[in-house]
């Protein structure tokens, strides 16, 4: 059996990290992957949002040197598709000038690949001094009187000291230690992704500073776009629970849209892979820590409950549960009891105040991009008549405004209620009881009178409407 203060399932951004902090602290640190090298299996698109930047030094040796895929972007674009598959329309947006953070003015997310990313990562924490046991699946847990004490690898090699499971979605850290049997369905999110090679240049070329897009659809779950230097994702994801027949079968609708082909060809772009991930979705992360274990990243179920950014929470959690593994094992207590201060710790940080509204973060997702029967088949038509139904040169502009707002009107019975049950309580999340004081019954009274006078004074009924 090898000795180590601290052995990591994981090599991925939350492991890496862990790693990193746990070296660079003192510990004798060993962290295991199971492909060949981190980030094998390219996992997954990688957006990596301005967040890493303020707060991990690292990041600014993010280079196209180290990470050829490298690929900065400002803009997004949200396409709407409407139920015959054609682009409606699209919305294009680059940051504001509200944005408060200055490099966030100038990049939405930083593209990389996996394959990229994870070993450039991993470097800084062989460079600390941890051990990458590369090539090498654990399979179980090392127990002593019921206790976790360490790990057992395919060869059946032991290795004990404190464990950080950082095994990504499907940990075996998680399942072994009791911490959980499996997800629910409603808590992870089955992803197909393709992946399409094009020509370094020319993503630069036709599509400007775009960094992603998102394709919003009555007629598949929406789908995301994710650039890189050399290629691009295109993907789409939903509740386990969801799907009624094989995922790729919504992916190949986005991907075969007229519009979408015609993207393909300018691109020139090529199938490179496929690929099918499971993707956590939690309102709160639960059950994190267990006596001498602590679960990060994934494993945990880290992602952002509204986008599933999940790179940033990953190397947050990774860098907090290394620093508790120090002052547990300098104080010769790793039981539960003492690894509470690890829930302690992420909560207090941009990651937990992001959960503070999970539940009201997801419910709105699971209602917008998760449903498009329900809520596409409406939300598209009325965004496309707010943002382009002016353009309608048959009739003079007034009558045309009218006409609009007619159409809108119609969509009400469904939009009403879809703003009281998911947009209202997210609000009064942000805004507290200021949202109460907006809706007085009295303010909103005393406004009334001014409307019905402005309503008052609409021109009469043109003949022909
Ligand atoms: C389709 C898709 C798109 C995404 N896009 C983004 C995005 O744009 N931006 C973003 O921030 N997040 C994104 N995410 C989320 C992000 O990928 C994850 O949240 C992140 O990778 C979590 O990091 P991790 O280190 O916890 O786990 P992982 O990245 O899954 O790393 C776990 C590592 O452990 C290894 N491993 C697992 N089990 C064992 C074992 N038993 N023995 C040895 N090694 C093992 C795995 O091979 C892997 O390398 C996306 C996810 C998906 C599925």
Redesign the pocket.
């Known amino acids: 059996m090898k000795t180590y203060d601290v052995v990591i ?7 890496a990290t862990a790693a990193k902090e746990a070296a660079e602290r003192g510990l004798k640190t060993i962290f ?4 060949r090298k ?1 980030g094998e ?1 390219n ?6 949002g301005p967040r890493m930047w303020r707060e991990f030094d690292i990041m600014q040796e993010l280079t196209p040197e180290v990470c050829p895929s490298m690929r900065a972007g400002a803009a997004a674009r949200n396409y709407f598709v409407n139920e015959d598959g054609v682009v409606a329309g699209y919305l294009m947006t680059r940051p504001t000038e509200s944005v408060s953070y200055e490099p966030a003015k100038s990049f939405i997310t930083m593209n990389v690949y996996r394959s990229d990313f ?1 070993p450039w990562i991993a470097q800084f924490a062989i460079d600390a001094g941890a051990e990458l046991k590369s090539a ?3 399979v179980d847990l090392l127990k002593e009187d019921g206790k976790v004490i360490g790990v057992v690898d395919e060869k059946g090699e032991k290795y004990r000291g404190f464990v950080i499971g ?4 499907i940990s ?1 850290v998680a399942r072994q230690s009791g911490l959980r049997t499996r997800w629910q369905q409603q808590q992870v999110t089955l ?1 197909p ?1 393709y992946d399409f090679a094009v020509s370094p240049g020319k993503i630069d070329d036709i599509m400007g500073d775009e960094a992603l897009a998102v394709w919003w659809s009555a007629t598949f779950p929406a789908a995301y776009q ?1 650039f890189f230097r050399d290629g691009f994702h295109v ?1 789409l994801g939903n509740w386990m629970t969801w799907w009624d027949r094989n995922p790729r079968v919504y992916l190949d609708r986005c991907v075969g849209l007229p519009y979408f082909q015609r993207l393909l060809r300018i691109l020139d772009a090529k199938p490179r892979e496929f690929q099918v ?1 499971l ?1 956590p979705w939690l309102e709160y992360p639960y059950n994190t820590h267990t006596d001498n274990v602590i679960l ?4 945990a179920g880290f ?1 952002c409950p509204l986008e ?5 929470p ?1 190397m947050v959690t990774g860098r907090i549960a290394a620093e508790v593994a120090v002052e547990a094992l300098s104080s010769g207590d790793t039981s539960k009891e003492a690894l509470k201060a690890f829930d302690a710790r992420w909560q207090k940080t941009s990651v937990g105040k992001e959960f503070e509204a999970g539940r009201e973060l997801a419910a709105i997702w699971r209602a917008l991009p998760f449903s498009p029967k329900e809520t596409m088949t409406w939300f598209v038509p009325m965004m496309m008549d707010v943002l382009g139904g002016i353009f309608d040169w048959s009739q003079p502009h007034v009558r045309r405004v009218r006409q609009i707002l007619q159409n809108v009107k119609s969509y009400a019975p469904k939009a009403l209620p879809f703003f009281m049950q998911y947009v209202f309580p997210l609000l009064h999340k942000v805004l507290g009881d200021r949202l109460y004081k907006l809706m007085d019954p009295q303010t909103l009274a005393a406004a009334l009178p001014k409307v019905t006078q402005m309503m008052k004074q609409e021109p009469p009924t043109t003949e022909g409407e």
Do not use: N
């Open positions: 399932v994981g090599a991925g951004p939350a492991g295991f992957e199971r492909g981190p299996k996992a997954s698109g990688c957006g990596l994870d090498t699946l654990v950082a095994d990504g979605v075996m992803v992704q994710v993907g991930h993707l990060v990243g994934d494993a992602p599933a950014e999940g790179i940033y990953a």
